[in-house]
């Protein structure tokens, strides 16, 4: 995998710098037509100024290489078409070979400014193409999840919601950017979660609290962050864990109830040695049917036992 990476990153390079090899020969060729087409009015070292162009153009394309590939080119074919055009046996004089060298260095100078300001383009379109992306990667995100989010300025005038966030304050992102929220986000129709954010506001430190949003009927745990210099505010609706939870409460209460009432029979019961009658808390005697029954989940059905039947002389039959 390394070594594919590789080959595709030395094959990326190679195209780029033929690319930009393709842009300085044509540069070059447009420099030597001017040059050309003016020559009625310029004398031969004037070539040169034309050609400077030409590597300023090279470098700033293509870096610090290309534009000394562009000097040394634009030297060759300067010196062969212009400084001596007709004459080649022709020795050049001390002039020429010292505007040569001159045009050589101020090309070779031309060249590593201009790359440098090449590599600083290149990394600044990079840093721009990277947070470009991962600001969108981060918008992917954001919308993806179920969770309402809000990104609020210093002064909580709105920078971005999700959809979640539209969709329960009823308005679109493009509809609110920029304005106050606290006529828009239902959780800051609490004071205590209005006093949340501008506490996370000027503490710097995240804070969460519950908050039931009565005209929706729905519970929401709001969560407070600082996001720059300003917060951002997660909502998550918990309305059913609060359901689940009033229901287990509810559970509990009976139970303990009916554990009260169990620990009641369970207790010394004052009863009468006579008639059998049990007196309550309120010290009223009653049956002992119907004191079980109110005690418990028990209930009575009256029939005749064989001893008594036999006592009262009454067949069960």
């Known amino acids: 995998m390394m070594t594919y990476r590789k080959y595709q990153t030395s094959r990326t390079d190679r195209g780029r710098f033929t690319g930009d090899l393709m842009v300085t020969v044509g540069a070059v060729l447009i420099a030597s037509l001017f040059r050309v087409l003016l020559a009625p009015v310029l004398y031969d070292r004037a070539a040169f100024q034309l050609f400077t ?41 001390v002039q020429d070979i010292a505007q040569t060298l001159l045009f050589a260095t101020t090309g070779c100078g031309i060249s ?12 600044a379109e990079t840093e721009a193409r990277n947070a470009t992306r991962m600001r969108d990667e981060l918008s992917d995100f954001l919308e993806s999840i179920s969770e309402s989010f809000q990104a609020l300025d210093r002064t909580f005038h709105l920078l971005y919601m999700n959809e979640a966030a539209e969709r329960i304050t009823g308005r679109s992102d493009a509809e609110i950017f920029g304005q106050p929220i606290w006529d828009h986000f239902p959780a800051t129709v609490s004071a205590n979660v209005q006093q949340q954010l501008r506490d996370v506001m000027a503490s710097r430190t995240p804070m969460s609290s519950e908050y039931f949003d009565e005209l929706r009927d729905r519970w929401y745990l709001i969560s407070v962050y600082p996001f720059r210099d300003g917060v951002s505010v997660l909502a998550r609706d918990i309305s059913e864990r609060k359901a689940e939870e009033a229901e287990r409460e509810r559970m509990v209460i009976e139970l303990q109830q009916a554990l009260a009432q169990v620990r009641t029979l369970r207790g010394l019961i004052p009863i009468c040695a006579w008639c059998k009658r049990i007196r309550d808390d309120q010290g009223y005697w009653q049956q002992l049917e119907a004191y079980i029954r109110d005690h418990s ?14 006592e009262m002389g009454t067949s069960l039959e």
């Open 53 to 93: 162009l030409a590597v300023m153009i090279s470098a700033w394309t293509g870096g610090s290489r290309i534009g000394i590939v562009a000097t040394v080119l634009a030297s060759f074919v300067g010196v062969w078409l212009f400084v001596s055009p007709f004459d080649k046996a022709k020795v050049h004089d």
């Open 297 to 310: 989940e028990a209930d009575f059905t009256h029939g005749m036992c064989p001893d008594c039947a036999k």
């Open 112 to 123: 590593i400014l201009a790359g440098k300001l090449h590599k600083a383009r290149q990394a």
